[in-house]
């Protein structure tokens, strides 16, 4: 089944960008042919007519995410689940592609951010942890 891997964040906010961070990471790890990775920093709307000559079968985001929870835990969410919820700050934009894509699944991998504040760079723990994640959302993404 192919699958789109697209990262969303502002790489002026600090872990804001930890999906694009985290896309780059995955990228230089597979040749997979029916994995596409797309580093959308915060413009994901702009790469929907090339997701869908992919024609995909599960659409996954990473994104910077609020939740209850400790900096750098990740959760998986339907994006069904979470239409209504403010769970990113990128939220329009993924919401748009439920419309696009409306017999796709379609999957919102959010980590549990420190510090979006303007500012380049991750904050201590992210960063630390940075290894940690990608193998953990390479996990993930391989499971179904």
Do not use: C, W
């Not at 930890?18 to 920093?41: H, P, S």
């Not at 919102?108 to 504040?117: F, M, P, R, S």
Request: hydrophobic share 35%.
């Amino acid at each position: 089944m192919k699958k789109v891997i697209i990262g969303i964040g502002n790489p002026l906010k600090k872990d804001d960008n930890i999906g694009n961070i985290i896309v780059e990471k995955l990228k230089k790890r597979t040749k997979d042919q029916d994995l596409m990775f797309v580093r959308a920093e915060t413009n994901p709307e702009n790469y929907i007519s090339k997701i869908k000559e992919f024609e995909p079968g599960v659409i996954y985001f990473i994104d910077a995410a609020e939740f209850d929870g400790e900096a750098g835990e990740i959760r998986v969410f339907q994006i069904d689940d979470v239409l209504n919820e403010s769970l990113s700050t990128h939220g329009i934009s993924v919401k748009i592609f439920r419309n696009f894509f409306p017999e796709t699944e379609i999957r919102i991998i959010g980590i549990k951010v420190e510090d979006t504040n303007y500012g380049e760079g991750l904050s201590r723990e992210l960063e630390k942890n940075k290894n940690n994640l990608t193998e953990n959302i390479s996990k993930i993404l391989s499971q179904v």
